[in-house]
Structure formats: C-alpha cells, structure tokens
C-alpha cells in the first residue's frame, strides 16, 4: 500500500466505520490478533467477551467490509478496562488506534465514567506512547503478566477523562489525527 497524503489519510480515516463488534467478523479479528500478538486471544474468548452483554464494549474499525482494527472495554462501575486493541500491521501508523481509544472515550463519557486502565508489556514503546498520547500514565507493574514471556505488564491510567480539560486534550488528539469530530456526531453508533 503506498504512503497516503495527509488530506488522504484524514479521508481514510474518517470514511472509516467504527460499528459494533459482531460474530461475524470474528475470522477477520482473529487475523489480525494472530499478527499483532505473541500470545493471541482464540474465537471463545472474543465470543465469551462478546456474550457479556452491557458490562463490555466491543468495536471494530470497517474499511469497507473490511476489518482493519478493533478495541475493546471492560466497564467495572465508573472505571472503563481497556482489554483489547490492535490495528491490521498492514495498517499501522495512520491513526486507527487514535480514532478506535477516541471513541472509546467518548463511549466512556457517555457512561460517566471518570477513569480508564489498561496494561501494557513493558517493552511495547509503540502501544504506550499511543496511550501517553491519551493521558494514561504508569502507575505500577504486575510481575510475570504476561506467562508464556514471564514479561511484566505496565499497568497505566487515565484520570478524570470526564473533565473539561481531557475533553480539550482529546479535542486536540482528534484534530491532530484529522479526525473530524463533527462527522462523527452523526453517526449515532459513536456515540451509544
Ligand atoms: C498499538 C497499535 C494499536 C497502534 O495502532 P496505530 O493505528 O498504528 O496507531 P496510531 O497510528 O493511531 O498511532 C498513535 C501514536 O502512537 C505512537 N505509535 C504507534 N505506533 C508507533 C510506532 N510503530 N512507532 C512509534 N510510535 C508509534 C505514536 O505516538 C503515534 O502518533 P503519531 O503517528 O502521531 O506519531 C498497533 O501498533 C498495534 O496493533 N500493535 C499490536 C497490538 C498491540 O500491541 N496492542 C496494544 C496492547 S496493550
């Protein structure tokens, strides 16, 4: 795929659909999983998380009909847990992560909730600096998370995302990404 201009890449990114994760898309999800993970999720696990109702947040990006990334959350009253999120490695570097953690927080808002976590391999630069970007800072490690690498997770977090000052920095994260927020509005499904 040739490198996009940038009026290009904000196109792209903004034709993008961001719509509910389905059983149906699980064959293209699982692709990527396989790519993006030394040690991927298997279908009854994506179909357990997508079985658990209001208490989880699953979406895919949709180029097209496409699949090219996804995320998902966990909500424990007003915390959000960001358990998944991984963009096509044929896809890397254009914003998709941005624009799947930017819905995630706006479908956060919409809960009320005030903080988000995640964890993170130490060694994984690339995930954290997208997680920086969003506010999320260290805040302690769990020794051996990851088994089958004995590596530790970093476990970060993102406070008061529902304060006016985050809703300017994720205001800011989206006009730098060419994410254009008012096309977003219209979507309805951004916004359940
Ligand atoms: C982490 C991941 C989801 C990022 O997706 P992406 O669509 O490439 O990310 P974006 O294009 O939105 O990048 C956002 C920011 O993250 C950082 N970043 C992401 N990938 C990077 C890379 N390869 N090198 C340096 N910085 C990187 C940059 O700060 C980037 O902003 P910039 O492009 O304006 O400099 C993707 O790399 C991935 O799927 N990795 C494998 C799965 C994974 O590690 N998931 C996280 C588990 S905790």
Redesign the pocket.
């Known amino acids: 795929m040739s490198e996009l201009e940038k009026p290009d890449l904000s196109k792209f990114l903004n034709s993008l659909d961001l719509t509910t994760m389905r059983k149906r898309h699980l064959d293209m999800v699982l692709d990527?999983e396989h790519r993006?993970?030394q040690n991927p999720w298997s279908r009854t696990v994506f179909e357990s998380e997508l079985s658990q109702g209001i208490t989880r947040s699953y979406i895919v990006a949709l180029n097209g009909r496409v699949v090219v990334?996804y995320c998902g959350v966990l909500y424990v009253v007003d915390e959000a847990h960001?358990t998944?999120?991984?963009?096509?490695?044929n896809?890397?570097?254009?914003?998709?992560?941005?624009?799947?953690?930017s819905d995630m927080v706006r479908r956060a808002w919409n809960r009320r909730i005030g903080a988000i976590t995640?964890?993170?391999?130490v060694s994984?630069?690339?995930?954290q600096?997208?997680?920086?970007?969003f506010g999320f800072q260290p805040a302690g490690v769990r020794k051996g998370y990851y088994q089958e690498s004995n590596e530790d997770a970093l476990i970060m977090w993102a406070y008061d995302v529902d304060s006016p000052e985050y809703h300017e920095r994720l205001l800011n994260i989206e006009a730098?990404?060419g994410i254009v927020v008012e096309s977003l509005r219209r979507r309805r499904h951004i916004w359940s």
Do not use: C, S
């Not at 994984?124 to 995930?127: E, L, S, Y």
């Not at 600096?129 to 970007?133: A, C, E, I, P, V």
């Open positions: 990527i993006a993970y990334g960001i998944n999120i991984a963009v096509d490695p896809w890397h570097r254009m914003h998709i992560g941005t624009r799947l953690l995640l964890e993170v391999r994984n630069f690339n995930a600096r997208l997680y920086q970007k730098q990404a």
